[in-house]
């Protein structure tokens, strides 16, 4: 969860989906993001993007991430309101759910398995991992 002025929140809203998609980026992840038509959006989002990753074994696109704006709305019923310079105001909420660690895991053995059945780290984990390969 972030809070931010109300008038930055649609632009901090890019920033947090950003930081999502960076790390599918990084991990060289075919993904996509998908902002939502009114009629998927949750109860109190004015916007939210979900980013998918590619399962080749499904042939489609899974959630892994998702990013919402809900303006004022959590902030009024949780009723929590900043000391503004001349004014109480509410803040904007946005909320992220980073990136589905099991299912991130999932799209790296997908993604990175080779025909001999074996799987290739991405590069930036080989440091972390100690192996260019997981057998």
Not at 46 to 59: H, L, M, R
Not at 107 to 112: F, W
Request: charged share 25%.
């Amino acid at each position: 969860v972030q809070f931010t002025k109300p008038q930055d929140s649609f632009d901090a809203l890019e920033d947090l989906t950003n930081q999502a998609e960076l790390v599918l980026k990084e991990l060289g992840l075919p993904y996509r993001v998908v902002m939502l038509c009114s009629g998927d959006l949750g109860f109190a989002s004015a916007k939210t993007y979900d980013i998918e990753v590619w399962f080749p074994s499904q042939k489609r696109y899974r959630e892994i991430s998702s990013c919402s704006n809900t303006l004022d709305f959590q902030a009024r019923r949780a009723k929590i309101k900043i000391k503004g310079t001349k004014e109480n105001y509410f803040p904007h909420t946005l909320n992220g759910s980073g990136v589905a660690v099991g299912r991130c895991f999932a799209a790296i053995l997908e993604n990175y398995q080779t025909k001999d059945g074996n799987v290739k780290i991405p590069e930036k984990l080989v440091p972390y991992y100690g192996s260019e390969w997981l057998i």
